[in-house]
């Protein structure tokens, strides 16, 4: 198949390039805003594809291996598709302490997924987080943005259950 230039050329779309340049013009150059970036087209997307990834590179003038080594340090950008809402459960010590396993366990039976996976509805992805900063408040997690901290099974229970009543 004959591929045209345009098929060659990773790109971003009108709204991705103004809210990304919005983001350089405070910048004091444009890799400053890689994390951004990324948030941004993954706010459109849903996660980052090495297209995506690509497109981006690009725009900001540095090579795909560079940002994508950002994307990966930084966990909560997403190189692989998700779900609707990813729900992040912290995996580091005081969470772990403070019950991770058996929230893991009960959250994982809820939706019928291990961690990693994404649920057949395409609802939820379910992947462990490292230190979200929350420590004072273990164990934490979060759905989609929302931070739930303090949470237990009863906890778990109640979110599932305001999230079904969101959805219907
Ligand atoms: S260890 Fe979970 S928020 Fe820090």
């Given at each position: 198949m004959h591929m045209n230039e345009t098929q060659l050329i990773p790109m971003l779309s009108?709204?991705?390039?103004?809210?990304?340049?919005?983001?350089?013009?405070?910048?004091?150059?444009?890799?400053?805003?890689?994390?951004?970036?990324?948030?941004?087209?993954?706010?459109?997307?849903?996660?980052?594809?090495?297209?995506?990834?690509?497109?981006?590179?690009?725009?900001?003038?540095?090579?795909?291996?560079?940002?994508?080594?950002?994307?990966?340090?930084?966990?909560l950008i997403f190189r692989r598709p998700v779900g609707e809402r990813v729900i992040l459960l912290c995996n580091s010590v005081t969470c772990w302490i403070k019950g991770y396993e058996q929230l893991q366990q009960q959250i994982s039976e809820r939706l019928g997924v291990s961690l990693g996976e994404t649920t057949k509805d395409n609802q939820y992805t379910f992947l462990p987080v490292t230190c979200l900063g929350a420590c004072d408040k273990a164990p934490v997690m979060m759905v989609g943005d929302d931070l739930y901290e303090n949470i237990t099974s009863e906890t778990v229970t109640q979110i599932f259950r305001t999230q079904q009543e969101i959805d219907a």
């Open positions: 009108d709204i991705e390039l103004d809210e990304i340049n919005a983001e350089i013009a405070h910048a004091p150059y444009p890799q400053a805003v890689a994390i951004d970036a990324l948030k941004i087209v993954q706010a459109h997307r849903g996660w980052i594809s090495d297209e995506s990834l690509n497109a981006i590179a690009r725009h900001l003038n540095m090579s795909p291996a560079e940002l994508d080594g950002i994307a990966t340090f930084y966990n």
